[in-house]
């Protein structure tokens, strides 16, 4: 049964600090893995997604890694912004079951002024 | 171009009650997923509709129903509500027809069961 844990669950950090989030999953039979972002009570809205043959992803001050042979994911946030203040959650597709996402709990990330 | 959609925005019932929550996918999208979002929690699937039928689902009981319509929205249903069911309820669409994988999301229903 796959699995996907986020850590840290909350993280705190300056203004212009470069951050780096954490996913890891326990198949690594996945199809793809997308990273999202949550705001308070709201939607989720895809800021990259990484099919199982890529090894990384970029857009704008966001870059995303995947390796899929160590079932570890990173999103790398650079120059942090106080409106990058969100939860942040990873999720996979498993190659037998494309449709499915499975989520991680979330990094919830607070940048500060 | 409008995204996905979904009605109400918020809802209170009452244990034992009944609720429908709705969700009008993206233009051009004729996949709906439906899943349930606890407080602190990653979103967990509870179903998909494709075609007006069911195509998989989640490990969620019986009490969790849906229906997809012709015009490719959808409905999700909850019977004899529990308190636990309280949460966000999230209907994402998509298109495997043109290769496009990423899901969208609504805004979301919140469920409030007292």
């Known amino acids: 049964k796959q699995e996907v844990t986020q850590i840290p669950a909350a993280l705190s950090v300056p203004e212009g600090e470069n951050l780096v989030l954490n996913c890891s999953f326990t198949?690594?039979?996945?199809?793809?893995l997308q990273w999202f972002r949550q705001d308070p009570g709201k939607g989720l809205t895809s800021l990259l997604l990484?099919?199982?043959?890529?090894r990384e992803q970029t857009s704008g001050r966001l870059n995303a890694s995947l390796d899929k042979s160590s079932g570890r994911s990173t999103l790398y946030i650079a120059a942090s912004q106080p409106g990058d203040s969100a939860t942040y959650l990873c999720?996979?597709?498993?190659?037998?079951?494309?449709?499915?996402?499975?989520f991680g709990q979330g990094t919830t990330l607070q940048v500060k002024p | 171009d409008a995204g996905v959609t979904q009605s109400p925005t918020h809802l209170i019932k009452t244990r034992g009650q009944q609720v429908t929550l709705r969700c009008s996918p993206k233009?051009?999208?004729?996949?709906v997923s439906w899943y349930q979002q606890a407080l602190g929690q990653g979103p967990q699937f509870i179903f998909q509709?494709?075609?007006?039928?069911?195509?998989q689902r989640g490990n969620f009981p019986d009490r969790f129903s849906g229906h997809q319509f012709p015009n490719y929205s959808s409905e999700l249903n909850v019977n004899a509500l529990l308190l636990g069911d309280s949460a966000l309820y999230l209907c994402?669409?998509?298109?495997?027809?043109?290769?496009?994988?990423?899901?969208?999301f609504g805004p979301g229903t919140r469920l409030l069961v007292l």
């Open positions: 994402a669409s998509s298109t495997p027809l043109t290769g496009e994988e990423t899901q969208y």
């Open positions: 198949d690594s039979a996945i199809y793809n």
């Open positions: 990484i099919q199982s043959s890529q």
């Open positions: 999720a996979v597709t498993s190659s037998s079951n494309t449709g499915k996402l499975i």
């Open positions: 233009s051009g999208h004729d996949t």
């Open positions: 509709y494709y075609e007006e039928e069911e195509r």
